[in-house]
C-alpha cells in the first residue's frame, strides 16, 4: 500500500524507539539499565487504584462525553486554577474550559490540529520535547525552531521570540519545566515573554507543564497568571508523569476560548469519542485526593537529582547544568567529540570506526560498551547533548553513571 506524503514525512519518535531498543536488548538476555523514557518508575498511588477497580465494579464501561466526564472536567479545572497565584480569587478554569484526551500527547496533538495549516509557522524553543516537530508537521504547519543555549539556561528570551515572529506565525509552544533541559521559566520570565506576544494578537500559546508538580524552585510559575492572554492560551497538564499513572493516559488542555474548545472537541469527537471511561475516573480521583503521595515522589526525584548531579559532575568531558524541573539530566558532551574508542569496543566492532563524532555516536557508544540507555540531544534539536531521565531508583541512577564513566574514561 501506498503511505500518504503527511505520514512518510514523520519520523518514529526517538524516545520510544530508543527505549523499545533498551527492552528488546533485556529481553535478548543483555544487562542494558535503561535511562532512556521520562516514566516515573513508582507505582500508581493504592487510593488510584481502587478507583479504577471500584469504577470496574460500578460498570463504567460505556462511552462517555467527547471532552470528557464532568466530574473529571471540574477536577481539572479546579486543579489547573490552583496554580494560579491570587489565593481566594474566582477560579480561572471551569469545567466547560476542560477537554480531556489520551495523553497530554493528544492533547497537544489536537491543539495543534485545530490550530494550524498548512504553511503557518509555530515557533519551537528549542531544545524541546520530540513529538511537537512532527506533529506540527502533520498538520502541514512549519516548525520554527529558536535554539536556546546552555549559558542562558536553556531559556528563550524576549528578543529571540519577537525576531522569529513573522507575519506567518500562529503559534509558539513552550515547555515548563523542560524536558529535555530541566529549565524553569521564573515567573518573570514569563512576563517578559508575554510582553512580547501581547504586541503580535494572532500568536497563540500552548503551555505545556506536563511536569509543573515535579519542580525544585518551590512554587513553578505557570502561565495561569496570564490574565492579558488568557483569550489565545492553551495549557496543557496531566497525570502521567506527576501521579505515576502513564499507561492509564490521561491529559487535558484548558483554554478559555470557547470556539477553540468547540472546535477541538469535534475534532476529538471523529477521532476517539473518548478517553477511557474508567481511567478518566481514577484520574478524577487522584485530583481530587490529597496530594501528599506527589509532593513525596517530587522529593524522591530531587534527590535522585542530587545524586545525578554529583556523580554527573565527575565524568571526563561532560559539561553538568542542575536541573531546576522534571527528571532529566542534559549535559553537554562536545568535549568529547573527535575522541576515540578503544579498537575492541563493541561499538568499533560494529560500526568499522572507533571515532565518536557527535552525540548519536556517544550515545551509542554508551549503550553498546556501557549498556546503558539515553538519547542523543539531536533528537530533541540539541546535537550537543545527551539526555538521560533519572527516573528510577538511585541505586540504578548509581549503577549506570559507574558504567558510563568506565566507559568514557576508555575514549582517547
Ligand atoms: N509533554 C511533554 C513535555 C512530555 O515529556 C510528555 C511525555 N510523555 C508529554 C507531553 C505527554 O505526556 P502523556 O501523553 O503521557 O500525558
Ligand atoms: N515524554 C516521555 C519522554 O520524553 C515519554 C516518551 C514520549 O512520549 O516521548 O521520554
Known amino acids: 500500500m501506498n ?3 503527511r505520514i512518510a514525512q514523520i519520523s518514529a519518535s526517538p ?3 530508543m527505549a523499545a531498543k533498551a527492552a528488546a536488548l533485556k529481553a535478548a538476555g543483555v544487562n542494558i539499565l535503561s535511562m532512556s523514557l521520562g516514566e516515573p518508575d513508582f507505582p500508581t498511588p493504592a487510593h488510584v487504584k481502587q478507583a479504577v477497580k471500584d469504577a470496574v465494579d460500578a460498570d463504567m464501561s460505556h462511552y462517555g462525553p467527547v471532552p470528557g466526564t ?10 489547573m486554577s490552583s496554580f494560579a497565584d491570587k489565593d481566594g480569587a474566582e477560579p480561572v478554569f471551569k469545567a466547560e474550559d476542560i477537554i480531556v484526551s489520551v495523553g497530554a500527547k493528544q492533547a497537544i496533538c489536537n491543539a495543534i490540529e485545530t490550530l494550524i495549516g498548512k504553511g503557518d509557522e509555530v515557533i519551537l524553543p528549542t531544545p ?3 513529538s511537537y516537530t512532527e506533529m506540527v508537521r502533520l498538520a502541514e504547519g512549519v516548525p520554527v525552531m529558536v535554539r536556546t543555549t546552555y549559558d542562558h539556561d536553556f531559556l528563550l528570551t524576549p528578543e529571540a521570540l519577537e525576531a522569529a515572529i513573522t507575519p506567518h506565525t500562529r503559534l509558539i509552544i513552550l515547555c515548563t519545566p523542560n524536558n529535555p533541559t530541566g529549565a524553569v521559566y521564573s515567573a518573570e520570565d514569563i512576563k517578559a515573554l508575554v510582553r512580547v506576544l501581547l504586541r503580535h494578537p494572532n500568536v497563540a500559546v500552548i503551555a505545556d507543564e506536563i511536569y509543573n508538580q515535579i519542580c525544585y524552585t518551590g512554587i513553578c510559575a505557570s502561565w495561569v497568571n496570564e490574565t492579558e492572554l488568557l483569550d489565545r492560551l492553551i495549557i496543557v497538564n496531566g497525570v502521567s508523569k506527576a501521579f505515576a499513572m502513564t499507561g492509564y493516559r490521561i491529559g487535558w488542555l484548558a483554554c478559555k476560548d470557547q470556539n477553540f474548545i468547540k472546535a477541538c472537541t469535534r475534532l476529538q469527537g471523529q477521532q476517539i469519542t473518548c478517553a477511557t471511561m474508567v481511567a478518566q475516573y481514577a484520574a478524577q480521583m487522584a485530583l ?3 496530594l501528599t503521595c ?3 515522589m517530587t522529593r524522591a526525584f530531587e ?7 554529583s556523580l554527573a559532575q565527575d565524568i571526563p568531558g561532560w559539561k553538568v547544568r542542575v536541573p531546576k524541573g522534571a527528571f532529566y539530566l542534559f549535559p553537554d558532551v562536545t568535549a568529547l567529540f573527535g575522541k576515540h574508542t578503544p579498537a575492541d569496543s563493541a561499538y568499533a566492532k560494529s560500526r568499522s570506526t572507533t571515532l565518536i563524532s557527535s552525540a548519536d555516536d556517544l550515545c551509542e557508544y554508551m549503550l553498546t560498551d556501557g549498556l546503558v540507555a539515553c538519547v542523543s540531544g539531536s533528537a530533541f534539536g540539541e546535537p550537543t547533548c545527551l539526555r538521560i531521565s533519572y527516573a528510577c531508583s538511585e541505586q540504578q541512577i548509581t549503577d549506570a553513571m559507574t558504567r558510563i564513566r568506565t566507559a568514557i574514561k576508555q575514549l582517547n
Open 3 to 5: 503511505i500518504s506524503n
Open 15 to 17: 524516545t520510544l524507539a
Open 70 to 79: 464532568p466530574g473529571l472536567r471540574a477536577a481539572a479545572a479546579k486543579y
Open 128 to 130: 524541546c520535547w520530540v
Open 288 to 290: 481530587e485526593a490529597d
Open 294 to 296: 506527589v509532593k513525596d
Open 303 to 309: 534527590r535522585r537529582r542530587d545524586l545525578i548531579v
